[in-house]
């Protein structure tokens, strides 16, 4: 990778997996120190929910999954990887809530405050998705620009739906209430999805219809210090890098509401590039490929046996 620039990647949620980071956890003393931070700072063992498998309790993943446990736990997960690893990278980004791992690995983000933060902003989105049937789907097959003049179409004051994640070229996840989703799902179906799979989440993220919880973010960002990134992060409102601190808090409040344009945002940068993904999963990775091209330079970083590789390589 010497002669590639590098860019780190940070998953969001649908990464996770039951029983992540305990191996990090028992082989890695960088990473234990910031599990063992998390569970001080949040005062509740977000370690459990993070370790315990499926094989432990059935309910492991379903319990993790849950928007105000998952966000937290992605976060601290990404970071203790981040930690064993001592990356220098040219360029950071984050899928949705991966933004804040990203702010984090580029100085921008305290570790503390990012994890009070990713924690207040799961709360807040889980309680947006209360008392209206909404929810995502993601459409596979189509463009950006068909499944957004669909969305358009069916859209009214009443009922919401837009697109939230710009994910790849053919690969959309669209937000909003329940009878809108179906309605467009229905058009996009005749206009030739390949597939469509809604989302086990529990609310309609990156729309207008978690507005709510902008407001309430809004009152936490203000208490946070942003430093100066130390290398450009790439934004998921913009598709753009940024290095103002005020114009990334600005876009972090934004982010809740708006589209994830991770597409645009890996299309933006430059040529000649090798990508880490840098936490549990290895969607960020798929997407890449699908982006760039199958030959991208990407490669999945989550555990203590692929921490070591890497750095034995």
Same mark, same amino acid.
């Given at each position: 990778?010497?002669?590639?620039?590098?860019?780190?990647?940070?998953?969001?949620?649908?990464?996770?997996?039951?029983?992540?980071?305990?191996?990090?956890?028992?082989?890695?003393?960088?990473?234990?120190?910031?599990?063992?931070?998390?569970?001080?700072?949040?005062?509740?063992?977000?370690?459990?929910?993070?370790?315990?498998?499926?094989?432990?309790?059935?309910?492991?993943?379903?319990?993790?999954?849950?928007?105000?446990?998952?966000?937290?736990?992605?976060?601290?997960?990404?970071?203790?990887?981040?930690?064993?690893?001592?990356?220098?990278?040219?360029?950071?980004?984050?899928?949705?809530?991966?933004?804040?791992?990203?702010?984090?690995?580029?100085?921008?983000?305290?570790?503390?405050?990012?994890?009070?933060?990713?924690?207040?902003?799961?709360?807040?989105?889980?309680?947006?998705?209360?008392?209206?049937?909404?929810?995502?789907?993601?459409?596979?097959?189509?463009?950006?620009?068909?499944?957004?003049?669909?969305?358009?179409?069916?859209?009214?004051?009443?009922?919401?739906? $837009?697109?939230?994640?710009?994910?790849?070229?053919?690969?959309? $996840?669209?937000?909003?209430?329940?009878?809108?989703?179906?309605?467009?799902?229905?058009?996009?179906?005749?206009?030739?999805?390949?597939?469509?799979?809604?989302?086990?989440?529990?609310?309609?993220?990156?729309?207008?219809? $978690?507005?709510?919880?902008?407001?309430?973010?809004?009152?936490?960002?203000?208490?946070?210090?942003?430093?100066?990134?130390?290398?450009?992060?790439?934004?998921?409102?913009?598709?753009?890098?940024?290095?103002?601190?005020?114009?990334?808090?600005?876009?972090?409040?934004?982010?809740?509401?708006?589209?994830?344009?991770?597409?645009?945002?890996?299309?933006?940068?430059?040529?000649? $590039?090798?990508?880490?993904?840098?936490?549990?999963?290895?969607?960020?990775?798929?997407?890449?490929?699908?982006?760039?091209?199958?030959?991208?330079?990407?490669?999945?970083?989550?555990?203590?046996?692929?921490?070591?590789?890497?750095?034995?390589?």
């Amino acid at each position: 990778m010497a002669d590639k620039q590098l860019a780190v990647l940070f998953p969001g949620q649908g990464s996770q997996v039951s029983g992540m980071g305990k191996d990090l956890f028992q082989n890695v003393s960088r990473s234990r120190t910031i599990f063992e931070t998390a569970d001080e700072v949040l005062g509740f063992p977000l370690t459990e929910y993070c370790f315990t498998g499926v094989d432990e309790d059935p309910q492991a993943l379903e319990k993790l999954t849950n928007t105000a446990i998952c966000q937290p736990a992605l976060y601290t997960h990404s970071i203790a990887v981040l930690a064993a690893l001592d990356l220098a990278p040219d360029f950071v980004a984050g899928h949705s809530v991966g933004e804040y791992s990203a702010l984090h690995a580029c100085g921008a983000l305290s570790f503390e405050d990012g994890l009070r933060l990713v924690r207040r902003r799961g709360e807040l989105m889980a309680m947006a998705g209360r008392g209206r049937s909404a929810g995502m789907t993601a459409v596979i097959g189509l463009s950006g620009e068909v499944v957004d003049g669909a969305c358009r179409e069916v859209s009214s004051a009443e009922s919401i739906v $837009v697109c939230a994640n710009y994910n790849a070229p053919r690969q959309v $996840v669209i937000s909003g209430d329940t009878a809108a989703l179906r309605a467009v799902e229905a058009i996009l179906r005749n206009a030739g999805a390949r597939k469509l799979v809604q989302l086990p989440v529990s609310g309609a993220f990156h729309s207008p219809l $978690v507005l709510r919880a902008r407001e309430e973010l809004a009152q936490e960002l203000a208490t946070v210090t942003l430093r100066p990134p130390i290398c450009p992060v790439y934004l998921n409102v913009t598709a753009q890098p940024a290095l103002d601190p005020e114009h990334i808090r600005a876009r972090m409040l934004e982010q809740l509401i708006s589209p994830v344009r991770w597409s645009q945002s890996l299309q933006n940068m430059p040529e000649n $590039v090798s990508f880490i993904e840098v936490g549990p999963g290895r969607v960020l990775n798929g997407l890449v490929r699908q982006t760039l091209g199958r030959g991208a330079d990407v490669i999945s970083i989550s555990t203590a046996e692929a921490v070591a590789a890497f750095l034995t390589d």
